[in-house]
């Protein structure tokens, strides 16, 4: 194996720690702040899901996506013959337009409730709705991204 191979798989797993980690997370804090039922608390989380998946999702994300096109590209596009190489990217594919279609919309929705909501005003019915499809949604697309670690560390023939 040569350096760049070993350097481009070190980033892409990076990025698999950061986007995966985060999305994970990001669930948790989400969850755990709701049960509050704090205006304050939920609207700082809020901002805090935003903020964390601009820097990690999206950082992790795009680390991921370079790091495995150049690794395939390196190998002169033979990974491409590969069903787990098609699997894995179909996974991430699918994962990463629920995130741009429906999950980021509905943060973004979100966190400009939670704004009209940071100093203890009451939070609508339509946050609460947001809520409940971001979390099936959400967590759909993480078990999409966690079938894509079958593929990319069994790698079935």
């Known amino acids: 194996m040569n350096d760049a191979y070993l350097l481009l798989k070190s980033l892409h ?7 995966l980690g985060n999305v994970i997370l990001t669930l948790w804090w989400k969850l755990m702040a709701n049960r ?16 964390t998946d601009y820097l990690f999702t999206f950082g992790g994300a795009g680390l991921v996506l370079v790091s ?11 990974l491409l013959q590969a069903r787990w190489i098609g699997w894995g990217s179909a996974l991430f594919l699918v ?26 005003g ?20 993480t078990l999409l991204v966690l ?7 069994f790698k079935p023939a």
């Open 13 to 19: 797993l990076l990025g698999v720690v950061l986007f």
């Open 36 to 51: 509050t039922r704090q205006p304050a608390v939920i609207a700082f989380a809020q901002r805090q899901v935003t903020l």
């Open 68 to 78: 495995g096109v150049a690794n395939v590209w390196l190998s002169d596009g033979g």
């Open 95 to 120: 994962s990463g337009l629920l995130w741009l279609c429906v999950l980021i919309p509905i943060q973004i929705r979100q966190a400009r409730r939670a704004r009209q909501f940071t100093d203890g």
């Open 122 to 141: 009451e939070i609508p019915e339509a946050y609460w709705r947001d809520e409940r499809i971001w979390v099936v949604v959400g967590v759909i697309a």
């Open 147 to 153: 079938a894509n670690l079958y593929w990319m560390v």
